[in-house]
C-alpha cells in the first residue's frame, strides 16, 4: 500500500528530501504518486505534522 498526504501538510518539503524513489510532488498539500510509492514510511519518518499515512 502506497502511502498518501493528509490535509495537515504544510508543504515544507520535508518529505520529498527523504523519498528514495522521487514519488512525492509538491502542492497544498504535496501528493505522493502510488504507482512509484514503495511504502518504506520515509516521509511520514521526516514531517513534522505527521501528514503522511499508510493508505
Not at 512509484?36 to 503522511?52: L, R, T
Request: charged share 20%; aromatic share 4%.
Amino acid at each position: 500500500m502506497a502511502y498518501t498526504i493528509q490535509d495537515s501538510c504544510i508543504a515544507c518539503g520535508a518529505c520529498v528530501a527523504e523519498c528514495p524513489v522521487d514519488a512525492i510532488s509538491e502542492g497544498t498539500p504535496y501528493a505522493i504518486d502510488a504507482e512509484k510509492c514503495i511504502d518504506c514510511g520515509a516521509c511520514a519518518g521526516a514531517c513534522p505534522v505527521e501528514a503522511p499515512v499508510e493508505a
